[in-house]
């Protein structure tokens, strides 16, 4: 049975004239009453690439989730017209709008972030577990996200941001239109910088964190996978690195190599 189109919504309802890049598509669940999984798709493109957009988890999201799930893929502003913080803050609001909207339809909450996206991703874990932590017991918009967030795919991610404008060094560009000239600021920034093992203390659930690397991937190297799983381990959590055929770099999103995986993945979550 096919899906019906997405639902289209800004995450910024209290603003008159939200910016278009401020919105997300939405596909609810097969009608239900009880609360069961979503997928969140979060695109790459250097921080910058207006031909990266939310619709790049459309087909990923048409053609991998079961068919009770619901699923979600946001756009953010991009650079240069915004820096860091400002992709994650945006994020984050769009997340926690979907929750504070279906938040009686979720169960659990698988995130996929691809490239750019997948450094998002984790910078989205880090801060809802830190925010969670700041609020103890108070059942908040952030807790109740956190705590639902049972699983994390990066897929030919950036987590090191020092690292990549060392081995590529005409990547520095878009790291400097994102993030600033200062590399002590890439580094406060990247994954690769977290408390991970002060983060794992403080998160009930140890979200599974599955990093993703295609051995067609023309644009990234092992490198930074192999940097971000090496520190997760190093923490205390259990990553798993999964090296498929995909592709190229933005075909990866939409291989079944990639496919295979996630179902892998959502058998996990189905079984929590």
Request: proline letters at 7%; hydrophobic letters at 40%; charged letters at 20%.
């Amino acid at each position: 049975m096919s899906r019906p189109s997405p639902i289209t919504a800004f995450y910024t309802p209290t603003i008159a004239r939200p910016h278009p890049q401020q919105s997300m598509s939405i596909f609810p669940p097969s009608p239900s009453t009880r609360p069961v999984p979503w997928v969140i798709y979060i695109h790459g493109g250097a921080w910058r690439d207006p031909g990266q957009t939310k619709d790049m988890g459309i087909p990923l999201l048409l053609q991998s989730l079961p068919p009770t799930w619901g699923g979600m893929a946001l756009d953010y502003r991009l650079s240069p017209a915004v820096q860091h913080p400002t992709h994650l803050e945006d994020v984050l609001t769009g997340l926690k709008l979907l929750v504070s909207e279906y938040g009686e339809l979720i169960s659990h909450i698988v995130i996929i972030g691809h490239s750019a996206g997948a450094c998002l991703a984790l910078q989205v874990l880090a801060t809802l577990i830190a925010e969670r932590k700041i609020s103890g017991a108070t059942r908040g918009v952030s807790t109740s996200l956190c705590d639902r967030i049972k699983a994390l795919v990066g897929v030919e991610g950036i987590y090191d941001l020092v690292g990549l404008g060392k081995e590529y060094q005409s990547y520095k560009g878009f790291i400097w239109e994102a993030f600033g000239e200062d590399e002590e600021l890439w580094d406060e920034a990247s994954p690769s910088s977290f408390q991970w093992r002060e983060l794992l203390s403080d998160c009930t659930h140890n979200a599974k964190v599955v990093l993703v690397q295609s051995t067609g991937d023309q644009l990234l190297s092992m490198n930074q996978t192999n940097v971000m799983n090496s520190i997760l381990q190093d923490a205390g959590w259990k990553p798993e690195v999964k090296v498929i055929n995909g592709g190229s770099h933005d075909a990866t999103v939409e291989s079944t190599a990639l496919f295979d995986v996630l179902r892998d993945l959502y058998n996990y979550v189905d079984d929590l």
